[in-house]
């Protein structure tokens, strides 16, 4: 059996998955979303350089049929399963080792949620959206708040109403709460209590199945619009079948990498595990990336070929492991800090090497 206090590496490797695929649906989203909210910055070109491109002004882009059958699988449970893993890792102190440095997390978590806001406004078409709440920023407040969907709505309303029409409440409580909880409980029971650890795989194995049987038997199967990756994005989550389904896939992929850890089956390849570990560095700066260089020079590429801009599946891959790529030389280069301190680089060349 592995020490307790191992860092579980096939976690990582989930962690890394699901930041790519994140990348991966925001890349597709700020392709639908092109015409309608940055395109206006090339207005005086319109009716020259990119007249290809006019046309498309304020209309969707859609994207292709495989694309869009790879994002009803991903889109219900990517955000859901990286705050669970976030709550998780939580959860692997003791309050007596936590409470020392609770005032220093609690500064980072701020810190970080501001860091998120800054690249809002940094990256966003308008002001409602760069001070929207979005998932990410969900995980490191932890409300634990039940009967909370009318005030939600009260909030979402007030925002649109006084301060911005595209301001978006996109982590609501109601939806995302139960994943960072169901995660918290199982890392204490998995760190807190370590000889029940082979019980506990059990049971969050079984009770994941049966919550995917009765979302198989009795839910409704994502769907995701051509022409806007987000429409649909929540639609699964808003009955008890379909969070049983979120639920359970989740869970069940979360407990199929503790069981093969327990019996020392590590899984590691190295790329995503760089991205499960450096998650926050990546997420932050990924969307910087397409806004202001993959966009504009898609943009300028096609209107020299006379063509709109794509959206395709193989695309869209290529700019998302070619972003983590720049990201991952200007953390290896020092030029970006480390956001969330050396000792992940400690821990990533004790783990995985240089």
């Keep these: 059996m592995p020490p307790q206090d191992a860092r579980i590496t096939g976690l990582d490797l989930l962690r890394g998955l699901v930041i790519f695929m994140a990348v991966f649906e925001h890349y597709t989203g700020y392709l639908n979303y092109w015409y309608i909210d940055f395109f206006n910055r090339e207005h005086a070109l319109w009716d020259s350089f990119y007249l290809s491109h006019k ?24 955000s859901q399963i990286y705050l669970a893993l976030a709550a998780f890792n939580l959860s692997r102190r003791s309050q007596e080792r936590f409470r020392p440095q609770l005032g220093g997390k609690l500064v980072l978590f701020a810190s970080i949620i501001l860091i998120l806001y800054v690249e809002g406004l940094v990256i966003a078409p308008n002001f409602g959206e760069a001070i929207s709440f979005y998932p990410v920023m969900l995980w490191m407040c932890l409300l634990d708040q039940f ?6 709505g009260n909030i979402d309303s007030w925002m649109k109403l006084h301060v911005h029409p595209d301001y978006e409440l996109d982590a609501r409580l109601d939806l995302f709460m139960a994943s960072g909880c169901f995660g918290f409980l ?3 029971c998995w760190h807190q209590r370590p000889q029940w650890r082979d019980r506990l795989n059990g049971l969050v194995l079984t009770l ?17 619009e051509l022409s806007d990756i987000y429409a649909n994005e ?18 069940l992929v979360i407990g199929a990498v503790l069981w093969l850890h327990q019996r020392n089956i590590n899984l590691c390849w190295r790329p995503l595990n760089w991205i499960g570990m450096y998650s926050l560095t990546v997420f932050i700066f990924h969307k910087s990336i397409f806004v202001h260089l993959w966009g504009p020079l898609l943009l300028w590429w096609t209107a020299r070929q006379g063509t709109i801009l794509p959206n395709s599946f193989g ?11 720049l990201i991952y030389a200007f953390q290896r280069s020092g030029i970006i800090c480390h956001l969330m301190g050396m000792h992940q680089d400690r821990d990533w060349v004790r783990l995985y090497g240089k």
Excluded at 209 to 215: E, F, G, P, S
Excluded at 239 to 246: E, K
């Design 208 to 224: 994941s199945l049966i919550a995917l049987v009765i979302y198989l038997a009795f839910g409704e199967s994502s769907s995701v």
């Design 186 to 188: 199982y890392g204490w």
């Design 234 to 251: 929540h639609e699964l989550a808003l009955d008890m079948t379909g969070r049983a389904g979120i639920w359970g896939m989740e869970f």
């Design 315 to 325: 695309l869209i891959m290529l700019l998302s492991a070619t972003s983590v790529l």
């Design 147 to 152: 009967g909370v969907q009318t005030l939600l």
């Design 55 to 78: 046309a498309m002004a304020g209309h969707l882009l859609p994207m292709d049929n495989t694309t869009a059958q790879v994002s009803a699988w991903l889109i219900p449970w990517v």
